[in-house]
């Protein structure tokens, strides 16, 4: 049976891919796309993901629109440099002709797993804002909520918009911090593993060679985010593979090498978004040793939920199934 998924988006260039490879994928039923702010601004996002569902067929699937804003911070930019203004490498296509569900995104993702309890995945993929703000408004979707699995942080490794911190976490720390307390499973794909899935352009010449529409948009969309990643990385026309690696560890989690932790978020200062995955679990254990002075003597401390993280990765793996999804 298909794994039923809604896909929180901010299409944006890796997440077209993503979303594309999903919904080639007869393993997965995408039930719905919810957007939000960051690759673009979200009304942006909204019209890529209409014109994602549009290519091929796809648009029975809802797409609702969500926030526009971090929970607490103000955005003023975004990463033009990056998906370029549009979102899509500055492709300026044609309009969609679909309109949008009328819900709110958290309110859709409410419905939605209410009406299919301890069956939907929420696949985020772009900052958490719109699941932050879904548990928020109706916390008993956490228990019926099989699954979040979300691209975004870093355990160990270097950050990409900061020095410490994951883009998708640094634009709404207050948000990711929501969701990582949460009584409900998280796997956190961050760039521990995606900085290692890179794809060539070797290898995009024969993903181009398939010739349908998916990877046709691929094609003309893709070269703004080869540029940035020659700009920061000298990758000379190869990529990170961010968004895509959701889906490849939804159909094949085998492919990834996993540990089991709590994860903490900075919100404020020097290393705001950063994600603190607490291996041998201190701040717990901190906590627990300031327990009995004054008036915390009487706080019960509960250690936050672990997460499922990612360390290592068959990037061979990924790579091949991302490609047979997508050449299809």
């Not at 809604?6 to 490879?21: C, E, F, K, R």
């Not at 029975?60 to 033009?80: E, K, R, T, Y």
């Not at 900085?195 to 349908?212: C, H």
């Not at 008036?295 to 068959?314: H, K, M, N, Q, Y």
């Amino acid at each position: 049976m298909a794994q039923k998924i809604i896909i929180d988006t901010d299409p944006g260039i890796d997440d077209a891919m993503a979303i594309l490879a999903a919904l080639h994928s007869p393993d997965l039923e995408v039930l719905g796309l919810t957007t939000v702010f960051g690759n673009t601004e979200v009304g942006l996002c909204s019209l890529n993901a209409l014109r994602l569902v549009e290519l091929e067929g796809n648009d029975h699937i809802p797409v609702a629109q969500g926030c526009g804003q971090p929970l607490v911070h103000d955005i003023n930019s975004f990463s033009a440099g990056v998906h370029g203004k549009d979102g899509f490498g500055n492709t300026n296509l044609p309009l969609p002709h679909g309109k949008l569900d009328p819900r709110h995104a958290a309110q859709f993702i409410i419905d939605t797993v209410m009406a299919n309890p301890h069956e939907v995945i929420l696949a985020p993929i772009g900052p958490l804002t719109n699941i932050a703000m879904a548990y928020r408004l109706e916390p008993r979707i956490a228990p019926l909520v099989k699954e979040v699995v979300l691209m975004g942080g870093c355990a160990f490794a270097l950050g990409n918009i900061s020095a410490v911190a994951e883009a998708n976490i640094y634009h709404d720390p207050h948000a990711a911090e929501v969701v990582f307390a949460a009584p409900w499973k998280v796997t956190m794909v961050g760039l521990d593993v995606t900085t290692k899935i890179v794809m060539r352009p070797e290898y995009f010449e024969k993903l181009y060679a398939a010739g349908n529409p998916a990877v046709g948009l691929l094609e003309k969309i893709q070269p703004c985010y080869q540029d940035f990643h020659e700009q920061i990385y000298g990758m000379k026309g190869a990529i990170h593979t961010h968004d895509p690696a959701v889906i490849a560890y939804l159909l094949a989690p085998e492919l990834f090498r996993c540990e089991e932790m709590p994860v903490y978020v900075v919100t404020e200062g020097l290393c705001l978004g950063k994600t603190i995955a607490d291996k041998h679990h201190h701040v717990f254990r901190s906590t627990q040793a300031g327990k009995g002075i004054g008036e915390e003597s009487v706080a019960v401390v509960v250690e936050r939920p672990s997460t499922t993280i990612p360390l290592g990765v068959d990037e061979d793996g990924v790579l091949e199934l991302l490609f047979d999804l997508l050449a299809k």
